[in-house]
């Protein structure tokens, strides 16, 4: 047996005293943990201390996680809809010819290219993407799209434009911490995150910065809360850029030698009219003043921007300036600072950064791929002759998380042909003509892609806990079925290579590269031959890895150095297979790249290696905020809602069950003490919530953390359960159901979810 044998014995043994290594889904800090399993349920969970990243921290979520492995309703054969709108269960075969026939009639009639992908990965689940690219491929599948472009395509319009890559903050070490619209004590996005704010929050030579109207778990533990008022950032950090430049706190000689763009951009901050620009935003004057010395005066500044900012007006604009703001004060490339960082496998491509191309249909702006969520619906139900004919979705449920849930539950309907690949029968699934049901995160060999450390970045592949649920399959068995129907596979020599891979990794790689040199259909659908081949050697239940087999090599090749830091040796494809060994056998995790600080520069791809300061395509823009702030808020609707924010007890819609949540079972709407008595209602009161895009019931919750006019409701909430023998039942309010798809960023078109118009009723007892 092979040293990868046994360990995969150890880890699929079912003996109940057992400890399984995987991780938790339910955010992208993708925490370690261990289980111990009674038959299929998780009996006991703890984190996992020899987990690379979190070394054993977890928040309250990932106790709950059975509520997701063991939820009613999971789906256990693929279903076919009827003409009358009720499904009925096929085999797997039928589905998989019918689907590969629904979608080649769609070719036939209009090509590929009015097919969309949707989804591709969740909070933990990013192993079925590689494989929906094979079948992307298979079909000539052009058009995509996912959540990143409902959130983070105006960061990577302006990232794109600045360092040609992504960056991220070491908040771990950070002398100065700023979040801005972000709640990491609820939301995370870095590792150990709770740990870290009280770390940060306890050592007085260090600054924690909060910029959020709401006094967040995160603003408590803050030197400095910033309560701009909602929608005012771009107007506060204006401001905090402009205090920078007239106080003389730019590092001039920095920015010469590391920037291109410094004095232009200096030009246009410097006179800024602070006074005015700290009115409109709320926030002191001699606040913004402080802030600024602190960040001028700091060895290094790590700055996280999240959905309080990317879903409010401004948000590319607010991207752009929080940026500009820690080039001015010299950010970047310093311990503790903020970098580019290297990637298993890159979330975004910024090719096309600065000549973005723009969607067919609806003319917004394709940013690394993707076209704007909040354009998709809109397209399709317009009679262009070039929209969307039919939709691929998996691991993603837009009906629910996208601007104004009916118009895309519409657009489905109106497409020729839909398949969504779930777990269970979500809002998404319920529209679709088959939906294929998927093994769950802890039935199948699964990874994150969202690893964004510097100058440790970690990875791990986590082996699966369980069987497949039966009826169910894992996302790579899916794709290579389809992508075999439809006659892809037939030209390729996989008997060949799958004899190469049983000769050892060396052979393999070999005849893999001289297949993929002689058909670019190899390369192309590269991640389905691999798991036919390479993926046969691996033990059972980590056939889906194999894709990454790939990126293990390229990893290698990229950043040798780093890699070899990391503590793997050889040279070439001896380091790739190195690194491939040990991310395939090591539940723990592995740091898979070790850089320099050095690095930061090198990792940057811009053309000059250098930051671009300026992008002149915003200096209008900013211009334009020394006129008065618009208001969005009217005597018709008075309240700004936050449709959506991160509590404790959310996860997106991963989590059905209500039973999970703890506390706030039903979701409430926060307000203001004083908001609360101007429409007559108590904590526990029901009020009814009106907003451009529609209406919902939801029960108060009157807390002074909110400010006035401002009021806010979860994510995730509204979704449909039924529990053991009982009805289905909603619980909470869809926030989508309040939103619309025109309420956006004039950019990347992303939405405006934190900042909707609404009318507060109180509903009478
Ligand atoms: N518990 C939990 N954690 C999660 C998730 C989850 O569902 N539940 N989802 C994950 C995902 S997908 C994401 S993208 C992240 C998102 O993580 P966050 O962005 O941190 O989460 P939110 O609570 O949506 O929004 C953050 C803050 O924005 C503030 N805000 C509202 N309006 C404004 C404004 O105009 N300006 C400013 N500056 N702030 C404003 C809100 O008060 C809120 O505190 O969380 C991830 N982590
Ligand atoms: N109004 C408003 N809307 C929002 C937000 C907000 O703050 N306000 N937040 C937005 C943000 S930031 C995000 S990221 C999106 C998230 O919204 P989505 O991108 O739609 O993602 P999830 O809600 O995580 O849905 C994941 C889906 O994957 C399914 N699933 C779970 N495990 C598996 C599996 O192993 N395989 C497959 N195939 N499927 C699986 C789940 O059942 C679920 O249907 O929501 C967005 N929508
Ligand atoms: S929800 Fe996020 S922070 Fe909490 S345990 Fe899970 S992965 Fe870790
Ligand atoms: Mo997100």
């Given at each position: 047996?092979?040293?990868?044998?046994?360990?995969r014995e150890q880890t699929?043994?079912?003996a109940a005293?057992?400890?399984?290594?995987?991780?938790?889904?339910?955010c992208?800090?993708?925490?370690?943990?261990?289980?111990?399993?009674?038959?299929?349920?998780?009996?006991?969970i703890?984190?996992?201390?020899?987990?690379?990243?979190?070394?054993?921290?977890?928040?309250?979520?990932?106790?709950?996680?059975?509520?997701y492995?063991?939820?009613?309703?999971?789906l256990?054969?693929?279903?076919?809809r009827l003409?009358?709108?009720?499904?009925?269960e096929v085999d797997?075969d039928?589905?998989i010819?019918?689907v590969a026939?629904?979608?080649?009639?769609v070719?036939?009639?209009?090509g590929?290219?009015?097919i969309l992908y949707?989804?591709?990965?969740?909070?933990?689940?990013?192993?079925?993407g590689?494989?929906?690219?094979?079948?992307r491929?298979a079909?000539?599948?052009?058009r995509?799209?996912?959540?990143?472009?409902?959130?983070?395509?105006?960061?990577?319009?302006?990232?794109?434009?600045?360092?040609?890559?992504?960056?991220?903050g070491?908040?771990?070490d950070?002398?100065?911490?700023?979040?801005?619209?972000k709640n990491?004590?609820?939301s995370?996005?870095?590792?150990?995150?709770?740990?870290?704010?009280?770390?940060?929050?306890?050592?007085?030579?260090?600054?924690?910065?909060?910029?959020?109207?709401?006094?967040?778990?995160?603003?408590?533990?803050?030197d400095h809360?910033?309560?701009?008022?909602?929608?005012?950032?771009?107007?506060?950090?204006?401001?905090i850029?402009?205090?920078?430049?007239?106080?003389?706190?730019?590092?001039?000689?920095?920015l010469?030698?590391?920037?291109?763009?410094?004095?232009?951009?200096?030009?246009?901050?410097?006179?800024?009219p602070?006074?005015?620009?700290?009115?409109?935003?709320?926030?002191?004057?001699?606040?913004?003043?402080?802030?600024a010395?602190r960040?001028?005066?700091?060895s290094?500044v790590?700055?996280?921007?999240?959905?309080?900012?990317?879903?409010?007006?401004?948000?590319?604009?607010?991207?752009?300036?929080?940026r500009?703001?820690?080039?001015?004060?010299g950010?970047?490339?310093?311990?503790?600072?903020?970098?580019a960082?290297?990637s298993?496998?890159p979330?975004f491509?910024?090719?096309?950064?600065?000549?973005?191309?723009?969607?067919?249909?609806?003319?917004?702006p394709?940013?690394?791929?993707?076209?704007?969520?909040?354009?998709?619906?809109d397209?399709?139900?317009?009679?262009h002759p070039d929209?969307?004919?039919?939709?691929?979705?998996?691991?993603?449920?837009?009906?629910?998380s996208?601007?104004?849930?009916?118009?895309?539950?519409?657009?489905?309907?109106?497409?020729?042909?839909?398949?969504?690949?779930?777990?269970t029968m979500?809002e998404?699934?319920?529209?679709?003509?088959?939906?294929?049901?998927?093994?769950?995160?802890?039935?199948?060999?699964?990874?994150?892609?969202?690893?964004v450390?510097?100058p440790d970045n970690?990875?791990?592949?986590r082996?699966?806990?369980?069987?497949?649920?039966?009826?169910t399959?894992?996302?790579?068995?899916?794709?290579?079925?389809?992508?075999?129907e439809?006659?892809?596979?037939?030209?390729?020599d996989?008997?060949?290579?799958?004899?190469?891979?049983?000769?050892?990794e060396?052979?393999?790689?070999?005849?893999?590269?001289?297949a993929?040199?002689s058909?670019?259909?190899?390369?192309?659908?590269?991640?389905?031959?691999?798991y036919?081949?390479?993926?046969r050697?691996?033990?059972a239940?980590?056939?889906?890895?194999?894709?990454?087999?790939?990126?293990a090599?390229?990893?290698?090749?990229?950043?040798p150095?780093a890699?070899?830091?990391?503590?793997f040796?050889g040279e070439?494809?001896?380091?790739g297979?190195?690194l491939?060994?040990e991310l395939?056998?090591n539940?723990?995790?592995?740091?898979f790249?070790r850089?320099?600080?050095?690095?930061?520069?090198?990792?940057?791809?811009?053309?000059d290696?250098?930051?671009?300061l300026?992008?002149?395509e915003?200096?209008?823009?900013?211009?334009?905020?020394?006129?008065?702030?618009?208001e969005?808020?009217?005597?018709?609707?008075?309240?700004?809602?936050?449709?959506?924010e991160r509590?404790s007890?959310?996860?997106?819609?991963?989590?059905r069950d209500p039973?999970w949540?703890k506390r706030?079972?039903?979701?409430?709407?926060?307000?203001?003490?004083?908001?609360?008595?101007?429409?007559?209602?108590?904590?526990?009161?029901?009020?009814?919530?009106?907003t451009?895009?529609?209406?919902a019931?939801?029960v108060?919750?009157?807390?002074?953390?909110?400010?006035?006019?401002h009021?806010?409701?979860?994510?995730?909430?509204?979704?449909?359960?039924?529990?053991a023998?009982?009805?289905?039942?909603?619980?909470g309010?869809?926030?989508?159901?309040?939103?619309?798809?025109?309420?956006?960023?004039?950019?990347?078109?992303?939405?405006?979810?934190?900042?909707?118009?609404?009318?507060l009723?109180?509903?009478?007892?």
């Amino acid at each position: 047996m092979t040293d990868l044998q046994e360990r995969r014995e150890q880890t699929t043994t079912t003996a109940a005293d057992e400890w399984h290594q995987t991780a938790c889904i339910l955010c992208s800090a993708n925490c370690g943990v261990e289980v111990r399993l009674d038959g299929r349920r998780f009996a006991r969970i703890r984190g996992n201390k020899a987990h690379v990243g979190s070394q054993g921290y977890t928040c309250e979520k990932a106790l709950r996680l059975d509520h997701y492995q063991n939820m009613q309703g999971r789906l256990t054969a693929p279903m076919k809809r009827l003409p009358d709108g009720s499904y009925v269960e096929v085999d797997w075969d039928t589905a998989i010819r019918e689907v590969a026939d629904g979608f080649r009639g769609v070719v036939d009639r209009h090509g590929g290219d009015k097919i969309l992908y949707y989804g591709g990965g969740g909070q933990g689940n990013h192993l079925g993407g590689a494989y929906g690219a094979a079948t992307r491929r298979a079909l000539g599948i052009t058009r995509r799209s996912n959540a990143l472009a409902q959130e983070k395509t105006g960061e990577a319009w302006v990232e794109g434009r600045m360092f040609g890559t992504h960056t991220h903050g070491h908040f771990a070490d950070a002398e100065v911490a700023v979040f801005l619209g972000k709640n990491p004590w609820h939301s995370h996005g870095f590792d150990q995150a709770r740990r870290v704010l009280k770390e940060i929050a306890a050592d007085e030579s260090r600054t924690m910065i909060v910029i959020d109207p709401r006094r967040t778990e995160t603003a408590d533990l803050a030197d400095h809360w910033l309560a701009v008022k909602p929608g005012g950032d771009a107007y506060l950090l204006a401001a905090i850029a402009g205090a920078l430049v007239d106080e003389g706190l730019a590092d001039t000689a920095w920015l010469a030698a590391n920037t291109t763009g410094a004095e232009e951009t200096m030009a246009l901050f410097r006179g800024l009219p602070i006074a005015d620009l700290a009115e409109r935003c709320g926030i002191d004057e001699a606040v913004i003043r402080a802030v600024a010395r602190r960040l001028a005066g700091a060895s290094s500044v790590a700055v996280y921007e999240d959905l309080g900012i990317e879903m409010a007006p401004n948000s590319t604009l607010v991207s752009y300036l929080q940026r500009a703001i820690w080039v001015l004060v010299g950010a970047y490339g310093e311990p503790g600072g903020m970098s580019a960082h290297s990637s298993l496998v890159p979330l975004f491509s910024y090719g096309a950064s600065g000549n973005e191309p723009t969607d067919p249909v609806t003319g917004g702006p394709v940013i690394s791929g993707l076209t704007p969520c909040n354009e998709l619906a809109d397209g399709v139900l317009s009679d262009h002759p070039d929209r969307v004919r039919a939709m691929l979705i998996e691991s993603g449920n837009p009906v629910h998380s996208l601007a104004e849930s009916d118009k895309f539950r519409r657009a489905m309907r109106k497409c020729e042909f839909t398949v969504v690949i779930d777990i269970t029968m979500t809002e998404t699934a319920e529209q679709a003509d088959y939906v294929l049901p998927a093994a769950s995160q802890y039935e199948k060999v699964e990874t994150t892609f969202f690893g964004v450390g510097f100058p440790d970045n970690w990875a791990c592949l986590r082996p699966p806990v369980l069987e497949p649920l039966a009826g169910t399959l894992p996302e790579p068995e899916i794709h290579t079925r389809l992508v075999r129907e439809l006659g892809l596979l037939d030209d390729i020599d996989i008997e060949g290579l799958r004899a190469a891979a049983d000769d050892g990794e060396e052979a393999f790689s070999q005849a893999f590269m001289e297949a993929a040199m002689s058909d670019p259909n190899v390369a192309g659908i590269g991640a389905i031959v691999l798991y036919e081949t390479l993926g046969r050697t691996l033990p059972a239940g980590m056939e889906g890895a194999a894709a990454l087999w790939f990126s293990a090599h390229q990893v290698a090749m990229r950043y040798p150095d780093a890699v070899r830091s990391a503590g793997f040796e050889g040279e070439g494809t001896e380091l790739g297979a190195a690194l491939w060994r040990e991310l395939v056998s090591n539940p723990n995790g592995v740091v898979f790249t070790r850089h320099e600080h050095a690095d930061s520069w090198t990792l940057l791809k811009t053309p000059d290696q250098k930051i671009q300061l300026a992008i002149p395509e915003l200096f209008d823009d900013i211009r334009a905020l020394v006129d008065e702030m618009p208001e969005y808020t009217s005597d018709e609707f008075p309240f700004v809602l936050s449709a959506g924010e991160r509590r404790s007890f959310t996860a997106n819609t991963i989590m059905r069950d209500p039973a999970w949540r703890k506390r706030d079972a039903e979701g409430a709407l926060r307000l203001s003490p004083a908001d609360a008595a101007s429409i007559g209602v108590r904590d526990g009161d029901r009020v009814r919530i009106t907003t451009p895009g529609g209406t919902a019931v939801a029960v108060a919750e009157v807390t002074d953390t909110m400010m006035d006019g401002h009021v806010a409701l979860p994510n995730g909430l509204g979704l449909s359960y039924a529990p053991a023998g009982g009805d289905p039942e909603l619980t909470g309010v869809a926030p989508n159901e309040l939103t619309t798809t025109d309420w956006r960023d004039k950019i990347a078109g992303t939405p405006w979810h934190k900042h909707v118009p609404a009318r507060l009723e109180a509903v009478a007892r």
